[in-house]
Each structure stands twice: as C-alpha cells, then as structure tokens.
C-alpha cells in the first residue's frame, strides 16, 4: 500500500496532466503508450468529460452480463468496464476530484483491493481496449486471465532487453 500512496502524492504534487499509475509486472505493446493517449484525447474530446483506461482487456470481465459501450480510439476499439486493478491513465483532473476516494487504496485494506477504484468508475468512465495493450503478468494462473488473441511470447521477445 506504501507503493500507490508515493505514487497518488507524485501525481498531485508533479504533474498537470496525465497520469499512468502502473504496476511492475506488466508486459506492455510497443504502441500502448501512444494508443493511451491517443485515445485519451480522442474519446475525452468527444464525450467532453476525462476519463480513466485500463491498458489490459480482462477476460474475467466478459462472464458478467453487464452492459458495455463500444468506442473507437486511435487504432483500437476500447470498451467501457466497471473494474480495473491498479494499473490506469487517467487526469489530474480526476485524481483531485476523487482523491479522498484514491487514498483509501494506501490507506485500508478493501476485498478486492481497487474496491474504492470500482466505485468511482460508478460515476466516471473507464475503458479497456480490444484486444489488450497489456497483460499483466500474475494472471497467468488467476481468476483474472490472460486476453486472447494475442501472442504473448512474441511480445514478451519483443520487449527483451
């Protein structure tokens, strides 16, 4: 919890626009910074109101029957969702309004941990694009997955430094 918390205090006090809260085991696509922001911009101009995006396409997310939006963003389609772990774009704008509801992340343990997360997407719009700009690396073996399609060894050889 110590983690996120630096991470909320950085976001507040350094920067002015964008944030990208990620955590360390994430494998990302070359393009998924710049199809973020991309997005970010295109969808939030469209919609007129910031939003939050989650890089990674969970398929736990399609066993529930809930409604979803499809939208296009620079070169994927993104879909709107109700969760996301802690890996996320959003504004500084929205960082400042819902900061009390982020603290709780650092500040108390939730079942699941983003519960305070979950609910602030109950006002504000997240998206997770289709297919996924990233996987987390722990889902491996859990409940969350991996989003298919993808040919995650490549990207993993890709990445390889």
């Not at 950085?10 to 990302?28: G, P």
């Not at 939006?69 to 959003?90: A, D, P, Y």
């Not at 983003?114 to 609910?119: A, Y």
Request: aromatic share 10%; glycine share 2%.
């Amino acid at each position: 919890m110590a983690s996120i918390l630096t991470s909320l205090k950085i976001a507040k006090e350094k920067s002015n626009d964008l944030i990208y809260f990620v955590e360390d085991d994430y494998i990302h696509k070359k393009e998924s910074l710049s199809e973020m922001i991309l997005t970010y911009e295109k969808i939030s101009s469209q919609i007129n109101r910031e939003l939050f995006l989650c890089p990674v396409d969970y398929p736990y997310l399609y066993k529930k029957a809930e409604q979803t939006n499809i939208l296009i963003g620079g070169k994927h389609h993104w879909r709107t969702v109700n969760e996301s772990l802690l890996t996320f774009m959003t504004s500084k704008k929205l960082i400042n309004k819902y900061w009390n509801e982020l603290m709780l992340m650092s500040e108390n343990e939730h079942s699941p941990f983003e519960t305070p997360l979950h609910k602030i997407y109950e006002k504000e719009v997240c998206l997770s694009p289709i297919p996924s700009l990233a996987m987390h690396c722990t889902n491996v073996n859990s409940i969350f997955g991996l989003s298919p399609n993808i040919d995650w060894i490549k990207i993993w050889n890709e990445n390889e430094d």
